[in-house]
C-alpha cells in the first residue's frame, strides 16, 4: 500500500520505519528536511523523500503526524485531501503536554474533519508513545500485542486502517464513529500522566476479554 506520511517525527518516522519494512511503500515529509532524510538514510528500502502536497496525493492513506497547531498550515499546503483516508494521530496537548487545548464536546480529529469535508478521517495510533514504537523488542510486550483502538465514520476507510494496525504488530479495537476521539484523546493524555507518575515511557493500553 501507499502511506503518505506528514511529519518525520517520533511517531511519523517511527510508523514509517514499521511499514516499509512490511512491504508498504512510504512517501515522507516534514519541517525538517534534515530529519526527514535522516529517517529516510536509517530506514532504507521502501521510503522517499517529498513535499506534503506529495504525500497527500501520493497514496489513498496519509497519515498526519504533527502537532495540533498546525493542521491548518498542512492543509493549506496538501490541498482538499479529497478521497483520503486520513490516519489522524494527533493529540491536541498545551505545549508542555500535561493538558489539553481541546476535548469531552470535540476533538482534534472531529476539528481536522470540519476542515477537510471531502477526506474520511480515522483517528488511530493517538493512544501509542513514541519508545513503544522505537523498541529494539518490537511492539509486542511479552507475547501480548498493544490495543490500538480506531475510530470513525467510513467503514470502508475503517477496514483499511485495521489492516495497517495489524501489520503494525498492534491489536486493532474498533471504537466507533469518528466523535469517539473526543474520549480516545484524553486517554493519551492519561498514558502521558502514568509515565510522569513513574511508570515510564515504554507503556501501552490493553483490554481484556472474557
Request: charged share 20%; proline share 4%; hydrophobic share 45%.
Amino acid at each position: 500500500m501507499k502511506i503518505g506520511i506528514i511529519g518525520s517525527g517520533n511517531m511519523g518516522g517511527s510508523l514509517a520505519r514499521i511499514w516499509a519494512n512490511k512491504g508498504h511503500e512510504i512517501l515522507i515529509t516534514s519541517t525538517s528536511p534534515e530529519q526527514t532524510k535522516e529517517v529516510i538514510e536509517s530506514i532504507g528500502k521502501n521510503v522517499h523523500l517529498g513535499t506534503t502536497g506529495d504525500a497527500a496525493h501520493f497514496g489513498n492513506v496519509v497519515v498526519f503526524a504533527f502537532p495540533y497547531s498546525s493542521v491548518q498550515d498542512v492543509i493549506n499546503k496538501g490541498g482538499s485531501f479529497e478521497g483520503k483516508i486520513i490516519i489522524d494521530l494527533i493529540n491536541p496537548l498545551t505545549d508542555d503536554a500535561l493538558g489539553m487545548l481541546i476535548g469531552h464536546t470535540t476533538s482534534a480529529a472531529e476539528e481536522i474533519a470540519k476542515l477537510l469535508p471531502k477526506a474520511k478521517i480515522v483517528k488511530a495510533f493517538n493512544t501509542i508513545a513514541s519508545p513503544v514504537l522505537q523498541s529494539e523488542k518490537g511492539v509486542v510486550f511479552n507475547g501480548i500485542a498493544p490495543d490500538v483502538y480506531y475510530c470513525g465514520d467510513d467503514e470502508g476507510a475503517k477496514t483499511i486502517v485495521k489492516t495497517l494496525i495489524e501489520d503494525a504488530d498492534f491489536e486493532a479495537i474498533e471504537s466507533g464513529p469518528l466523535t469517539n476521539a473526543r474520549f480516545l484523546e484524553p486517554m493519551a493524555e492519561f498514558v502521558i500522566q502514568l509515565a510522569i507518575a513513574g511508570m515510564g515511557a515504554d507503556i501501552a493500553i490493553k483490554i481484556l476479554r472474557r
